[in-house]
């Protein structure tokens, strides 16, 4: 018999958390592992952290730990990885659009000996077409761009062993792509197809800037092709500039047409400049990654936990316990 740690990011869900600890329940009851189910909040500003305070009070099974603000959803997911000690690690999302009633068939997954199980997206309910093209276009830019093997259409729902969980807890980066991390360990890996349900209850968080931010943490984070980018782009601008200047002379020369043309030259001049203004971006996006590295600050900071979690790996913050 296992035990298996279900991890769950919690921002303002107060509103799923009671159905969402009764499906996981249901779930323990039909196997004959033991689960138990860590809630990280991150900060929520609703009744979440009472809720759950609530649950942990009248389910020895729930355990929680409480960030002292808002970190993001990559700092909640390490702090439950942190902090989970079951033989393997269940990452879901509280909004119940990933059903806690796959978790068994990931667990069989698992037995068969395959060291992630990763729950991959056969359709998307209740979601715009915009939100499900991007979502399309995002994995594969970034599987294509990072050289890591990457899952497409897949989110944080997955099962991961216990040495998985052990190697992605010494990746300490400060900006993180927690799926982009586990693949990164190169473990044998396969794939759980299944229906993404609705949302129970509320609104998405993320947002449009989040996605996009997540967006350049992961491509970023895994590749370093924006820097070669920007060496071929360099090249063809000055291409670019040396052709204008060689049809301007020509024309000068053997067709004795005035030296006009400031239009087209002040376009390549501003041509050169967006690429050089462009390029310094993405290398400014290097540097403030290295110097935010170099800073050495925890990844977040758990303000409360419960008294059985235990402390964590180095790069955690010491916290205040309870119950």
């Known amino acids: 018999m296992a035990r298996i740690s279900v991890v769950v ?3 303002n869900e107060e509103t799923c958390l009671r159905e969402l600890h009764r499906r996981l329940t249901e779930v323990d009851e039909s196997i004959d592992d033991d689960i138990e189910c860590l809630f990280v909040d991150d900060g929520s500003a609703d009744r979440s952290r009472e809720i759950i305070r609530e649950l942990a009070e009248a389910d020895e ?6 960030l002292s603000r808002n970190f993001g959803a990559e700092a909640a997911l390490t702090a439950g990885i942190d902090h989970a000690d079951g033989d393997a690690v269940v990452l879901i999302d509280a909004d119940l659009q990933d059903p806690p009633e796959v978790i068994p068939e990931m667990i069989d997954l698992w037995r068969e000996g395959n060291d992630i199980v990763y729950a991959q997206r056969r359709s ?4 715009r077409f915009t939100k499900r093209f991007s979502a399309w276009l995002f994995y594969r830019i970034i599987r294509h761009l990072s050289g890591v093997n990457i899952p497409v259409d897949t989110g944080y729902f997955r099962l991961m062993d216990r040495r998985v ?6 990746c300490r980066e400060i900006h993180r792509f927690v799926r982009g991390l586990v693949a990164w360990t190169g ?3 396969t794939a759980l197809r299944y229906d993404r349900d ?10 449009p800037i989040k996605m996009t931010v997540l967006a350049m943490d992961a491509v970023l984070g895994f590749s370093g092709l924006p820097l070669r980018v920007s060496v071929v782009l360099g ?11 060689a049809g301007l002379l020509i024309a000068r020369i053997w067709q004795g047409a005035p030296m006009s043309g400031y239009a087209l030259l002040a376009s390549a001049i501003f041509l050169i400049g967006g690429v050089q203004l462009l390029m310094l971006g993405v290398l400014g996006e290097y540097i403030d990654r290295i110097y935010r590295q170099e800073q050495a600050r925890p990844i977040y900071i758990a303000a409360e936990k419960s008294s059985a ?10 916290v205040a316990t309870s119950r």
């Open 124 to 127: 998307r309910k209740g979601e």
């Open 165 to 170: 969980v052990l190697e992605v807890r010494r």
């Open 9 to 11: 990011p919690i921002y």
């Open 198 to 207: 609705e949302r129970h209850a509320g609104e998405t968080k993320f947002t």
């Open 187 to 189: 473990f044998r890996q």
């Open 235 to 245: 090249l063809f601008a000055c291409l670019f500039s040396v052709l204008i200047f």
């Open 309 to 318: 979690l235990p402390s964590g790996p180095e790069g955690a913050a010491p």
């Open 61 to 66: 099974r729930v355990r929680y730990i409480f």
